[in-house]
């Protein structure tokens, strides 16, 4: 059996979810999947896929998620790999458009690995959660734009896109 791990870069616990929700989709695919925190994992040995997601802040991919393929881009390049972004907080196609911008952006950092599905998904703000140096995003109102049935359409879509099904 296939062993895939979803990991995720995630601040205030959005992400996360979004991980856990992949890996549920995954498993019910027929997939064994782990689910970790990205600083969390120190290798990828017997695994036989990776997503990764991350939040994207300031315009770039969550820099634990930017370590993560630093730290792994040598096992990453013989891996299937797919990762997904979360971004906007308002339902604005230019703002989706800006977000994948930045996400294929941070991802072409690392030539030598070759993602074989990319997503980036809408994103949740609770502004009286926030902490440096988030803060300035404090102002804006509370959304959660997560679309759950096309985080799931996707992740049930990643054992064909990476080769498993």
């Known amino acids: 059996m296939a062993k895939v791990l979803v ?3 995630s601040v205030y616990g959005s992400t996360q979810e979004v991980a856990e ?7 019910q695919r027929g997939l064994e999947t782990t689910v970790r925190a ?3 994992v120190d290798s990828l ?3 036989s896929a990776v997503v990764l997601g991350g939040a994207l802040y300031f315009f770039r991919l969550h820099k634990k998620a930017r370590r993560f393929l630093t730290q792994h881009r040598k096992a990453l390049k013989d891996l299937p790999f797919a990762a ?3 971004g906007p907080t308002n339902d ?3 703002e989706f458009a800006g977000a994948r911008e930045h996400l294929n952006k941070s991802l072409g950092k690392y030539r030598e690995i070759s993602p074989m599905a990319v997503q980036v998904f809408g994103g949740k ?7 440096f140096p988030h803060t300035a995003m404090k102002s804006l109102p509370a959304s959660d734009i997560r679309d759950w049935e096309a985080i799931s359409v996707w992740a049930h879509a990643l054992p064909t896109a990476l ?3």
């Open 7 to 9: 990991a995720y870069a």
């Open 125 to 131: 703000l609770d502004p009286g959660a926030l902490k």
């Open 163 to 165: 080769g498993l099904a």
């Open 38 to 40: 990205a600083e969390d």
């Open 21 to 27: 929700k992949v890996a549920e989709v995954l498993n």
């Open 84 to 86: 997904f972004g979360m």
């Open 45 to 47: 040995e017997g695994v």
């Open 92 to 94: 604005v196609e230019k």
